[in-house]
């Protein structure tokens, strides 16, 4: 599903305007995105939890030379699925 065919899901469900669907799909999202920037958690209860977590340095292998690199520490976003999410996708 891309982001175009949720905003029209949105809309026909809520009888809104797409415009209107797509304001609030696109605060939802940019809030999100601000919250993990500040390194916050967001727990939607039955849905999930969006945080951030550390991922350590480590050492790779450029796949087209075989050469060893190093690969830096980095702050990566993790999304947890809730027990209502996980039930409904089995």
Known sequence: MTKAELIARVAK???IPKA???RALN???DN???CLKKK???????FGTFQVARRRAR???N???GAMI????????RFKPGKQLRAMTR
């Open 13 to 15: 469900e809520c009888k």
């Open 20 to 22: 209107t669907a797509e």
């Open 27 to 29: 605060s939802v999202t």
């Open 32 to 34: 999100i995105s601000k």
């Open 40 to 46: 916050d958690k967001i727990t939607l209860t039955g």
């Open 59 to 61: 050492t790779g292998r």
């Open 63 to 65: 796949p087209q030379t």
């Open 70 to 77: 190093n690969i830096k520490a980095a702050n990566v976003p």
